[in-house]
């Protein structure tokens, strides 16, 4: 059974080691706060004037303003800066912040479209790091699509056995 490292990297296209690349040296050291909030920003602009509601829906119980600061936050502290994401909404812990959403690869696909416009406009971004970013965010965005399909492969078996003991179990005698 592939783990969800595994699919990720199959899905996305991008091997662990490429979409870990991040990690080999502290890029918010090298890009400032600054250039994550402006990615973010400019990021949850595109999401919430997405031509397709579908998609636009799945932000719709979050403030603009409130996605653009998770976002940052994790990204700052994912990236080499401070925690500031842990220490105002504990671990980030993903798959299960994820959870609510229907992260499918047509989801996943769109999110990456954004992201991918918002950074090629982000100035303040230098080509090695956007491509470093990229494929940690094309890594990730399947890596949370393998996820919710397990937690959907998950409900449907809990729903199978509960049916199937309702099945089988007797009529309760009036």
């Known amino acids: 059974m592939q783990s969800l490292q595994e699919k990720a990297s199959a899905w ?14 502290n890029l ?3 890009l400032g706060l600054q250039s994550f909030i402006n990615l973010s920003t400019n990021f949850y602009t595109r999401v919430y004037d997405d031509e397709e509601e579908w998609f636009r829906s799945m932000f719709s119980n979050s ?17 080499g800066g401070p925690p500031l994401y842990s220490q105002r909404k504990g671990h980030p812990a993903l798959i299960g912040r994820h959870r609510p959403f229907p992260v499918t690869h047509e989801a996943a696909e769109r999110w990456l479209q954004h992201m991918q416009n918002a950074i090629d406009e982000s100035v303040d971004i230098d080509q090695d790091s956007k491509v ?5 965010f094309r890594h990730t965005a ?3 699509v393998a996820g919710n399909e397990l937690k959907n492969q998950n ?7 509960a049916c199937k ?9 009036e």
């Open 142 to 144: 399947f890596f949370l």
């Open 28 to 30: 918010f050291e090298k």
């Open 63 to 79: 403030k603009k303003e409130d996605a653009i600061q998770n976002q940052y936050e994790f990204f700052v502290q994912r990236m």
């Open 155 to 161: 409900q449907n078996q809990n729903n199978q056995v």
């Open 12 to 25: 996305s296209g991008v091997d662990q080691a490429d979409a870990f690349a991040i990690d080999e040296f």
């Open 132 to 136: 470093k970013m990229m494929n940690f």
């Open 165 to 173: 003991h309702a099945a089988n179990k007797p009529a309760e005698e």
